[in-house]
């Protein structure tokens, strides 16, 4: 069964400084797609990046970027000169196709802490 | 702000009970998701609608229900309430239908459900 494994409850990072968020996968389908979203203390989710299955390069955006690994089946995300802003909870995700529709599973998600 | 509005952002209500979630997708967007997140289960799909028909059910308990209507917006129904059902309720959108490869959901505000 498809699955999203995210093992850092929480990180730290000081501003500034590059902070990395692990996640892996597990599928047997050829064609997925992988997606982070940022939930602040607010409660909103914030969709961050997308990352398709047969896309060669690593997806980015602005100050994330997503280091796509296939043979490992991790989609880590990476955030490049952290803010005070970016404390938030952190979920990785991965489409689940049926033929008719499509669902997002979810990680149970990251907890990132950007202290000054 | 992702364009897709829930209402009403916090409802307190009793065991027993029934309530309505109402959500309206960005403009444009034919597909209407539905997810509940809570502490011990975390984010868990519930139902997809495209323009109208339903594509894909997740674990949705057989005391909720849902429905697209003509217009796009989407009502979440919740039925027979009981206490382990306060949750976060997200509705989500996509332009599609989403595919294999999946396709971005834009989330809701939610609406925060407690029953007591």
């Known amino acids: 069964a498809q699955k999203i494994t995210q093992t850092q409850p929480g990180m730290f990072v000081q501003e500034k400084e590059a902070v990395t968020l692990d996640c892996t996968y597990d599928?047997?389908?050829?064609?997925?797609?992988l997606f982070w979203y940022k939930q602040p203390s607010s409660g909103e989710m914030i969709f961050l990046i997308y990352?398709?299955?047969?896309?060669?390069q690593n997806a980015t955006e602005g100050r994330y970027s997503l280091n796509f690994q296939k043979a490992r089946k991790s989609a880590n995300l990476v955030i490049s000169a952290s803010q005070l802003g970016d404390s938030a909870m952190y979920f990785c995700?991965?489409?689940?196709?049926?033929?008719?529709?499509?669902?997002?599973?979810f990680g149970k998600g990251t907890t990132l802490s950007v202290s000054s | 702000d992702s364009g897709v509005t829930q209402t009403p952002k916090h409802l307190i209500t009793a065991t027993g009970q029934r309530v309505t979630l109402r959500c309206s997708p960005r403009?444009?967007?034919?597909?209407v998701y539905w997810y509940q997140q809570s502490l011990d289960q975390g984010l868990q799909f519930l139902i997809q609608?495209?323009?109208?028909?339903?594509?894909a059910k997740g674990n949705i308990l057989e005391r909720f229900s849902a429905q697209q209507f003509p217009d796009l917006h989407s009502e979440l129904n919740l039925s027979s309430l009981e206490l382990g059902d306060s949750a976060l309720y997200f509705c989500?959108?996509?332009?599609?239908?989403?595919?294999?490869?999946?396709?971005?959901?834009?989330f809701g505000p939610g609406t925060r459900l407690l029953v007591l």
């Open positions: 599928t047997s389908d050829p064609s997925y797609g």
């Open positions: 609608y495209y323009n109208g028909e339903e594509r």
């Open positions: 403009s444009g967007d034919l597909s």
């Open positions: 990352q398709g299955s047969y896309d060669q």
């Open positions: 995700a991965m489409s689940l196709f049926n033929q008719a529709g499509t669902a997002l599973i």
């Open positions: 989500a959108s996509s332009e599609l239908a989403g595919g294999p490869l999946g396709e971005t959901q834009y």
